[in-house]
């Protein structure tokens, strides 16, 4: 951990943080969603599932889902490469501890948003399959966030974290600011 928040400490450029969000913006705003896309079927097929496709009924949830859910994803990450001056990704972490919106409302928006937008695609798509593997990745991630990422977090901000941690929620917003 010691080794790691000496990392943390180092602040990119810009130029940097732009090159690793492409990277990672190609994995999880395009082959993610492809890949669910593309299989969801498959499985939802192998596994006898039936499927909830209703045209216009799953079309236009969906895509407000997908419009919502990334808008909030994009507004995080906006935040944490403006004001944080770093990065969602933890091999260029936040250089400060952000608490304003939308990390006033819960500790892991861009978390919460990319999940309803890639709950958004199943639902356009009328698969149990791919809800399933949504919810199977948003827990996964939720683990990950608890275990890991929140220990990290108070090792880089102390006290300061651990306020933050006490006055707002994990994933579900709450929708008022204090």
């Known amino acids: 951990m010691k080794s790691y928040q000496n990392w943390a400490k180092k ?3 810009l130029k940097q943080r732009s090159i690793l969000l492409f990277f990672a913006g190609i994995l999880f ?6 890949l669910l896309t593309r299989w ?15 045209g216009a009924a799953n079309i236009i949830p969906g895509l407000l889902l997908v419009i919502g859910g990334f808008a909030l994803a994009l507004w995080s990450i906006y935040v944490q490469i403006t004001l944080g001056r770093g990065t969602p990704v933890p091999v260029m972490p936040t250089q400060t501890l952000i608490i304003k919106p939308p990390f006033s409302y819960c500790r892991n928006p861009m978390t919460l948003g990319t999940l ?11 698969s149990w399959s791919a809800l399933g593997f ?18 990290e977090l108070v090792a880089r901000f ?16 709450r929708l008022t600011r204090r």
């Open 29 to 34: 705003v395009l082959l993610l969603p492809y």
């Open 40 to 54: 969801s079927a498959n499985l939802d097929n192998a596994l006898q599932l039936p499927t909830f496709s209703y």
């Open 116 to 126: 309803i937008g890639y709950g958004g695609i199943g639902v356009m798509l009328g």
């Open 134 to 151: 949504v919810l199977l990745f948003g827990l996964l991630l939720l683990f990950y966030l608890k275990l890991v990422e929140e220990k």
């Open 158 to 173: 102390g006290e300061s974290y651990l306020e933050y941690k006490r006055t707002t929620p994990f994933i579900i917003p």
């Open 11 to 13: 602040e990119h450029s």
